[in-house]
């Protein structure tokens, strides 16, 4: 689903944001390997979650890789803050996402990387170190992984779909009805955490994604590598995504999968 108000995009420029983007993912996955399962020292932040060394020395890795290629962008990352201007031409980073897999010895924590413009998501890197993937996707671009063309897959029965319920633990807190509302949807539904469960999505492994209570730099990857696939992302509103939206995010492969999923959040 096309944003109306997104930027018009820059073909040339966003395949080298792509191009450079896999490169910058590949450096920061060399060095989440080198440290997993290595008992490293973990700090909690003030909202406790967890960060680690390892956390910060791949965001300032990548703070310096993307300033010496493109010094006129702002920067933004989850450990560090913001280097240069929000509004204009902007990297997103979240250096490890799923700090708590990674800590706990779980290969399924990720790396995502986002470009935007004018505040809209228009290209992300979703890069899953320990599995060896990296799945790309920006406007006006097919989305792949390794390099591959990918896709969503073509449900648009909520009846009949995969569903990954992300963040459950937070919503049984939150949204109990919600949660107990998700959890008969489908034919498959699954718990799950972090970016993977949306790179699944975007592959045409699953069929959509339910997320709560995501920071920015948790999102605004997703969106492009997801819309470049073919499907849609939003919160639970069925506004687009951007710096300040709540948190509360659906992911489906179509269109008439998302308005079932709407109405179900909305009910």
């Keep these: 689903m096309t944003n109306p108000t997104a930027p018009q995009a820059n073909d040339t420029r966003l395949s080298q944001i792509l191009a450079d983007g896999e490169v910058f993912a590949r450096a920061a996955g060399e060095t989440a390997r080198k440290f997993f399962r290595k008992h490293n020292n973990v700090e909690f932040k003030e909202d406790e979650s967890p960060v680690t060394v390892i956390d910060q020395m791949i965001e300032r890795d990548l ?38 897999s990674f800590i706990s010895g779980n290969p399924l924590f990720g790396m995502l990387l986002s470009y935007m413009q004018k505040g809209m998501p228009m290209a992300g890197i979703i890069s899953m170190p320990m599995l060896d993937e990296i799945y790309c996707g920006a406007v006006g671009h097919p989305a792949t992984c390794n390099g591959q063309p990918i896709k969503v897959s073509e449900q648009r029965n909520i009846d009949d779909c ?3 319920i992300n963040e459950g633990d937070k919503m049984i807190v939150d949204h109990p009805e919600t949660l107990s509302k998700l959890l008969k949807v489908g034919k498959n539904c699954r718990f799950g955490y972090d970016c993977y469960p949306h790179a699944l999505l975007a592959a045409g492994h ?7 209570d995501l920071k920015p730099y948790d999102y605004l990857a997703l969106t492009p590598v997801i819309e470049a696939a073919g499907g849609i992302m939003t919160d639970w509103q069925g506004k687009p995504l951007d710096l300040s939206s709540d948190g509360a995010v659906v992911a489906a492969a179509t269109p008439e999968l998302h308005r079932a999923l709407l109405a179900l959040l909305n009910g």
């Design 63 to 100: 703070k310096q890789a993307i300033a010496a290629k493109y010094p006129q962008d702002g920067i933004f990352g989850e450990e560090s803050g913001v280097d240069g201007d929000l509004t204009g031409n902007l990297w997103v980073i979240d250096p490890i996402d799923g700090t708590r």
């Design 162 to 164: 995969t569903l990954y």
């Design 206 to 212: 699953v069929d959509a994604v339910v997320d709560f």
